[in-house]
């Protein structure tokens, strides 16, 4: 008996699915009549590194950057909290980095902007098996840069090259991992509140999530290499990797950190 295809996201209802290597048309500049009319009324998720890096372009605390400029949507279907950009309070909602002549934080945009016109998709965890992402071609009618005399031909792998959205993925391997974690095999387990604010905290608010590592008893509970404890001191995207290396112990029990003897003896008295 074949297995059945899982639903698509609501999201990507309605795309065209790419077969593998296969292209698609694009292009997008000012000359593009539609330029800039994808930057409003859109739902943006953004990553932990889309947070991360707006954050420091911005000169904000991770903590104030969240409060300011995202908001948490909560529905049934949500296994982990979800971090999505604010649209300016307005009747248009355009994005809040949007000016007159584009985008005002285009060197670090969020990836989902990166990626469109793609979509992609990570199927449902399976035990024993790598999930492996399928991408999907947004056909909007708004958008016009698939329609263009100067439209270029892209495959997925050589629009995500172009846009950096493979390199950031590299970085990000270990947020894939948590999200695909095959502790959800099923959709029937659902992570407690703790679990859940610790998940928001290790991935999003990393300001707030290396002060838990240097300023409480957390040390003392784990052993650091002191080269590793060097770098999470000052290097951001280090910190990222580690915060999804202790997420996979903190939320699944998986052996990623070394407890020290007298936090293992605590623990298991506890």
Not at 55 to 71: P, S
Not at 127 to 152: N, Y
Request: charged letters at 25%; glycine letters at 6%.
């Amino acid at each position: 008996m074949s297995r059945a295809e899982p639903a698509l996201p609501r999201v990507l209802e309605g795309t065209r699915q790419l077969a593998a290597g296969q292209p698609f048309p694009f292009t997008c500049h000012p000359g593009v009549p539609c330029f800039n009319a994808c930057c409003a009324d859109v739902n943006i998720i953004l990553t932990p590194l889309d947070v991360l890096r707006l954050a420091r372009t911005l000169g904000l605390h991770t903590r104030e950057f969240l409060d300011r400029h995202t908001i948490n949507p909560i529905t049934r279907e949500l296994q982990l909290p979800i971090v999505m950009l604010k649209m300016r309070d307005e009747p248009a909602k355009r994005c809040p980095f949007l000016g007159e002549q584009g985008c005002l934080v285009y060197g670090q945009r969020p990836w989902a902007c990166r990626m469109y016109p793609l979509g992609m998709a990570l199927p449902p965890a399976r035990a024993g098996e790598q999930p492996e992402p399928v991408f999907f071609v947004f056909e909007d009618d708004h958008c016009q840069g698939r329609r263009q005399p100067d439209a270029m031909q892209w495959t997925a792998d050589a629009w995500r090259g172009d846009q950096e959205v493979s390199a950031r993925d590299q970085l990000e391997a270990g947020f894939r991992e948590l999200v695909c974690h095959p502790w959800f095999i099923g959709g029937r387990r659902q992570l407690d509140p703790r679990r859940i604010e610790m998940f928001h905290m290790a991935c999003y608010d990393l300001d707030t999530f290396r002060s838990l590592v240097f300023e409480s008893s957390f040390r003392r509970r784990f052993s650091l290499d002191p080269d590793l404890e060097s770098r999470l001191a000052t290097d951001d995207e280090a910190l990222l990797r580690f915060a999804f290396h202790w997420l996979k112990f903190a939320l699944f029990g998986e052996p990623t950190m070394t407890l020290r003897d007298s936090a293992a003896a605590a623990r298991e008295h506890a």
